[in-house]
């Protein structure tokens, strides 16, 4: 299968361009791009930098992938920006490179990214999450499989956000997301879990009241942090994969947990 490369668009020499890939008009493409089977970059698309895309990638008019970080604290090198397969970058989106040499910045599979949406130097996001126009993840931001981001979303540097999370519209995050949460608002607060991810997901009851129950443990009865996780811990199904997602969580976090909003 051919790619289809436009005359107009430049490709540098060193590029390795796979079958079927399709480039548009005036795009660039960097000499140490690899893309991967299927891509398409549409017209006025940028991608440079030590940049390797997965299979099936759409990148369209105006994003820009893999350029150099923003970071001040760049001192050169050869920082890469790694993405994986089936993903869809909308108008304008940024996404950088990491900081360090031969650091990366980090994508998984399935994302779906919408317009002006910015990714930060050293990223890492895992799969199926959807960010809406104007989500800002800043510099080492880790976003865990399932999340959903609402338009204008902020997270702070070094900030994680868990699996089937949802950070609603204009929401400024500064602290850790735990999974399954639905947060809101400026300052941000947990106000609920997110029972409709999970159940389109395909949940079982079981599976929803073992979220409910981290949640309340965390949320509403009163609880520090620690009483709450042990209280998680000493679930008769501590072995779940939900309860396990709790616990591993809260061992990774650094900044603490988004707090609970108060009525």
């Known amino acids: 299968m051919e790619s289809r490369i436009h005359p107009t668009a430049i490709v540098s020499g060193g590029a390795d361009i796979g079958p079927g890939v399709e480039i548009g008009p005036f795009a660039y493409i960097g000499p140490e791009v690899v893309a991967g089977e299927g891509t398409i970059v549409h017209h006025h698309a940028c991608v440079e930098g030590a940049t390797v895309l997965g299979p099936g990638c759409e990148i369209f008019p105006f994003a820009c992938l893999g350029l150099r970080t923003q970071d001040l604290k760049y001192k050169g090198g050869r920082p890469r920006l790694r993405v994986g ?56 931001v880790t976003v865990e499989d399932h999340a959903v981001f609402g338009g204008v ?91 396990r997602c709790f616990l591993q969580f809260a061992r990774l976090s650094t900044r603490g947990f988004v707090p609970g909003h108060r009525d």
Do not use: W
């Open 85 to 140: 397969a089936r993903n869809v970058f909308r108008e304008f989106v940024t996404v950088h490179t990491a900081t360090g040499d031969d650091d990366e910045t980090v994508i998984g599979d399935d994302n779906v990214f919408l317009g002006y949406t910015h990714i930060a130097h050293d990223c890492v996001l895992g799969d199926h999450i959807v960010a809406s126009n104007h989500t800002t993840l800043a510099g080492h």
């Open 153 to 243: 979303a902020g997270v702070h540097q070094f900030c994680r956000v868990g699996t089937y999370a949802m950070v609603g519209a204009m929401a400024k995050v500064t602290q850790d997301t735990p999974p399954f949460m639905v947060v809101d608002g400026n300052p941000s607060a947990v106000r609920s879990f997110n029972r409709i991810a999970v159940e389109r997901a395909g949940f079982s009851a079981e599976q929803v009241e073992r979220v409910k129950f981290a949640f309340r443990a965390l949320y509403r009865e009163g609880l520090n942090r620690a009483q709450a996780l042990e209280k998680i811990e000493s679930h008769p199904e501590a072995s779940s994969d939900e309860i």
